[in-house]
């Protein structure tokens, strides 16, 4: 069994290693070209999944800290952040095992992007794969919604001139142009960059809530509603499901088998900075959370804030095609272009993908309580329950456990242990996720709406100022009149 998995990889890994030794050319351009452009390393994609996961979601932690309460909120990252780990696992050892079968029927890659859908396609047939396509696509679209939320969120803090709601516009327009960008390999630059710019920010909202103290007679009341206690929660479960791009991260991988760990790393580097930025603008601000779901609303305004929030908004910017990109590729084969050549006509192609984006920021401008719901009615089934019932499915029978690329680690309990951990994940996120976090996040949803109506203008932006009145002049009363 042993040579037959060590055959298996040296199939994977040789395709791999042609495929990186056809990028390297010696002249000055490529050199140049493969440095910035083409990332296929382990280490590219660490940055991919670390810039991927914290993203805006950074600014709405410290409001489902203030719903859920200190200790809750702590425990929760902890938490998910290992059941995120742990199904990315799941994903990428899903991965590797399709792509293996397929590469031992000839078939090749060469110009064509595997996706979770094909995957679940391959491994277990088309129902699978439909329900996988609705639930990745849905998740993916609305993840994109958020990102251009929350640059209109972000940037109202530096100039206020101009609402909430045009800055959609405004970012609608500079985010599609993520439509020039081909693939995960080419996000080698922007990854890194975008991890350097949430770390800054993470300790920035750290720092500067420690300096400014607690606000006069603060209160840390959560957790006070069960609405609001497991609207916090799924949000954190939002959080650690940044990985429904998974598989195209592994596919720009020269070796993908290697990715195995890569998540749970960036998991780990993350919560250094979740953790401490969270819990420090929760002890400084308190309740006054539960109505800024933008941590920043509530920090001065100076030089190191504004400039925390133009590096957010070119991360969200970044964050915006990690999730629109795998779209992009499925609107590619539905219309046959994903193997076209020429990059213009493909970005041609893509354009129509933005635009329901674009009009759903509009309609539900609702940064923070849309993150919840987002997480507890599609997050809960795309990156928590189906990658977990899709390995319990695939390896089933013991033929397929016997003949698997991927054995389950040793000190799990090898396939005993992974199916418990599977079972343990689909009951607990199915009823605590979706069950209860479905509820009050919708709650919560419906509640934005009928306070702030759809198509809002600028969502919980501070009331304008209104000018005093001139005094009233009365004339003279010559009270004296008629004695």
Same mark, same amino acid.
């Given at each position: 069994?042993?040579?037959?998995?060590?055959?298996?990889?040296t199939?994977?890994?040789?395709?791999?290693?042609?495929? !990186?030794?056809?990028?390297?050319?010696?002249?000055?351009?490529?050199?140049?070209?493969?440095?910035?452009?083409?990332?296929?390393?382990?280490?590219?994609?660490?940055?991919?999944c670390?810039?991927?996961?914290?993203?805006?979601?950074?600014?709405?932690?410290?409001?489902?800290?203030?719903q859920?309460?200190?200790?809750?909120?702590?425990?929760?990252?902890?938490?998910?952040?290992?059941?995120?780990?742990?199904?990315?696992?799941?994903?990428?050892?899903?991965?590797?095992?399709?792509r293996?079968?397929?590469?031992? !029927?000839?078939?090749?890659? /060469?110009?064509?992007?595997?996706q979770?859908?094909?995957?679940?396609d391959?491994?277990?047939?088309?129902h699978w794969?439909?329900?996988?396509?609705?639930?990745?696509?849905?998740?993916?679209?609305?993840?994109?919604?958020?990102?251009?939320?929350?640059?209109?969120?972000?940037?109202?803090?530096?100039?206020?001139?101009l609402?909430?709601?045009?800055?959609?516009?405004?970012?609608?327009?500079c985010?599609?142009?993520?439509?020039?960008?081909?693939?995960?390999?080419?996000?080698?630059?922007w990854?890194?960059?975008?991890?350097?710019?949430?770390?800054?920010?993470a300790?920035?909202?750290?720092i500067?809530?420690?300096?400014?103290?607690?606000?006069?007679?603060?209160?840390?009341?959560?957790?006070?509603?069960?609405?609001?206690?497991?609207?916090?929660?799924?949000?954190?479960?939002?959080?650690?499901?940044?990985?429904?791009?998974?598989?195209?991260?592994?596919?720009?991988?020269?070796?993908?088998?290697?990715?195995?760990?890569?998540? *749970?790393?960036?998991?780990?580097?993350?919560?250094?900075?979740?953790?401490?930025?969270?819990?420090?603008?929760?002890?400084?601000?308190?309740?006054?959370? *539960?109505?800024?779901?933008?941590?920043?609303?509530?920090?001065?305004?100076?030089?190191?804030?504004?400039f925390?929030?133009?590096?957010m908004?070119i991360?969200?910017?970044?964050?915006?095609?990690?999730?629109?990109?795998?779209?992009?590729?499925?609107?590619?084969?539905?219309?046959?272009?994903?193997?076209?050549?020429s990059?213009?006509?493909?970005?041609?192609?893509?354009?129509?993908?933005?635009?329901?984006?674009?009009?759903?920021?509009?309609?539900?401008?609702?940064?923070?309580?849309?993150?919840?719901?987002?997480?507890?009615l599609?997050?809960?089934?795309?990156?928590?329950?189906?990658?977990?019932?899709?390995?319990?499915?695939?390896? /089933?029978?013991s033929?397929?456990?016997?003949?698997?690329?991927?054995?389950?680690? /040793?000190?799990?309990?090898?396939?005993?242990g992974?199916?418990?951990?599977?079972a343990?994940?689909?009951?607990?996120?199915?009823?605590?996720?979706?069950?209860?976090?479905?509820?009050?996040?919708?709650?919560?949803f419906?509640?934005?709406?009928?306070?702030?109506?759809?198509?809002?203008?600028?969502?919980?932006?501070?009331?304008p100022?209104?000018?005093?009145?001139?005094?009233?002049?009365?004339?003279?009363?010559?009270?004296?009149?008629?004695?």
């Open positions: 069994m042993e040579n037959v998995e060590k055959a298996v990889e199939v994977v890994v040789g395709n791999y290693v042609e495929m !990186e030794s056809e990028g390297k050319d010696s002249d000055m351009k490529s050199k140049l070209s493969n440095l910035f452009w083409h990332g296929g390393s382990v280490y590219d994609a660490w940055f991919s670390a810039s991927n996961q914290v993203a805006q979601v950074l600014l709405t932690l410290p409001y489902s800290f203030s859920l309460g200190m200790l809750s909120g702590i425990l929760f990252q902890l938490f998910y952040g290992l059941l995120g780990s742990w199904t990315a696992y799941l994903i990428s050892i899903l991965y590797v095992e399709y293996t079968r397929k590469e031992r !029927e000839k078939v090749n890659f /060469r110009n064509h992007v595997i979770w859908f094909e995957v679940l391959g491994l277990l047939g088309k794969r439909n329900v996988g396509l609705a639930f990745n696509c849905t998740f993916l679209l609305f993840g994109s919604v958020i990102q251009l939320i929350a640059c209109a969120s972000n940037i109202y803090y530096i100039n206020d001139n609402d909430k709601r045009t800055w959609t516009y405004i970012f609608g327009a985010c599609a142009t993520t439509v020039f960008i081909p693939s995960f390999h080419n996000y080698r630059v990854s890194f960059l975008g991890l350097l710019m949430t770390t800054y920010t300790w920035y909202l750290t500067a809530s420690i300096l400014h103290g607690q606000v006069e007679g603060v209160k840390h009341s959560g957790p006070s509603k069960l609405v609001l206690y497991f609207t916090g929660a799924t949000n954190i479960l939002y959080t650690f499901g940044g990985h429904a791009v998974t598989v195209e991260i592994m596919h720009a991988m020269w070796k993908p088998q290697k990715f195995k760990s890569i998540y *749970l790393f960036a998991t780990l580097y993350v919560l250094t900075l979740t953790l401490p930025s969270a819990s420090a603008v929760y002890w400084a601000f308190g309740d006054l959370l *539960l109505n800024h779901s933008n941590a920043f609303a509530l920090l001065p305004k100076n030089l190191f804030r504004d925390a929030v133009v590096l908004l991360h969200q910017f970044i964050t915006f095609g990690f999730a629109c990109t795998p779209l992009y590729f499925v609107w590619e084969k539905l219309i046959g272009m994903h193997e076209c050549r990059m213009c006509k493909r970005a041609a192609a893509r354009l129509p993908v933005v635009i329901p984006i674009w009009f759903l920021a509009i309609i539900f401008p609702f940064f923070g309580p849309i993150n919840s719901t987002v997480g507890s599609l997050v809960s089934f795309t990156v928590y329950i189906i990658p977990a019932l899709a390995h319990i499915f695939t390896f /089933r029978s033929a397929a456990r016997e003949n698997a690329v991927e054995q389950p680690p /040793r000190f799990l309990g090898r396939w005993t992974a199916f418990t951990i599977n343990f994940i689909v009951v607990w996120v199915f009823i605590v996720g979706f069950g209860f976090g479905g509820w009050a996040s919708m709650i919560n419906v509640h934005q709406i009928d306070t702030f109506g759809l198509f809002t203008k600028c969502y919980q932006c501070p009331p100022v209104m000018a005093s009145p001139p005094p009233i002049s009365h004339p003279h009363v010559n009270h004296t009149r008629g004695l």
